[in-house]
């Protein structure tokens, strides 16, 4: 992503409304997990995810980012187990992992099925992943330009890539319902216009934010007992690794 964006990322992802939101839904899918898990964010950017589950008494947490400014990000917030890593290609051995988090990272890899056979081969067998990526190709704005994604996703089409790739969907729903009415008509008068949007990564004013925040943590708590949302603007799937498959290997490189 680019260097402004990623830094207001950084200073903003501790208290923002869709950072927080999302942070609490992690949460509740991590209820009844083990504190001594192993428990890995992958692309933890600043450390906020890694820094709630230490915080909340989970011991094995680790996190890997591509980018040296989010790991020296991480060391400012006094967060240790945060490595240097890309996302396709760890140093970390099979079958290290009980959970894997990568909250809007795949979107961002060139090679997906590389990731997730990676995600695949670091995580034990029965491990769980809990994924989100962006949603719906037809949102597709400057901001997805500013963070440098690839793709967006359809429900079904995340589904497909992670049993392409020695995955159980457990569950799948769209997540943020709320902004999804929004966001499609700032698109759709965009290109009216023909006005190129930019990324949507600002500080809101507190009650505006504060507002956001609680009716997300609304529909995180239907979710958690097992809505599924029929639009939103990200994808949110959670999977097991096959105990009987390996994680498929990654298309050649060219």
Not at 86 to 91: A, H, K, R, V
């Amino acid at each position: 992503m680019e260097e402004d964006f990623e830094s207001r990322h950084h200073r903003l992802e501790e208290s923002n409304w869709w950072f927080v939101a999302r942070r609490d839904m992690v949460l509740r899918l991590l209820r009844g997990t083990r504190k001594d898990a192993r428990i890995l964010d992958v692309g933890c950017a600043g450390g906020s995810l890694v820094k709630c589950l230490l915080e909340r008494g989970f011991r094995g947490v680790s996190g890997v980012d591509a980018s040296a400014r989010a790991v020296r990000a991480c060391r400012k917030r006094g967060l240790k187990p945060v490595f240097l890593m890309d996302g396709t290609g760890m140093s970390f051995p099979d079958r290290s992992f009980d959970v894997v988090v990568a909250s809007d990272v795949l979107e961002h890899i060139g090679d997906e099925r590389a990731a997730l056979s990676e995600w695949g081969r670091v995580l034990k067998p029965g491990g769980k992943l809990i994924i989100f990526v962006p949603a719906f190709g037809f949102l597709w704005s400057g901001h997805d330009e500013a963070n440098h994604h690839f793709r967006r996703y359809s429900k079904r089409e995340l589904e497909e890539r992670l049993g392409s790739c020695g995955f159980m969907v457990e569950r799948s729903s769209y997540w943020n319902l709320v902004s999804f009415v929004p966001a499609l008509l700032l698109r759709l008068f965009q290109r009216r216009v023909q006005r190129k949007s930019a990324d949507q990564l600002y500080e809101m004013h507190p009650a505006l934010d504060g507002m956001l925040r609680s009716a997300l943590v609304v529909e995180n708590a239907l979710l958690a007992r097992g809505a599924i949302l029929p639009v939103g603007v990200s994808v949110l799937s959670v999977a097991r690794r096959d105990p009987g498959a390996e994680a498929a290997p990654p298309h050649p490189r060219s």
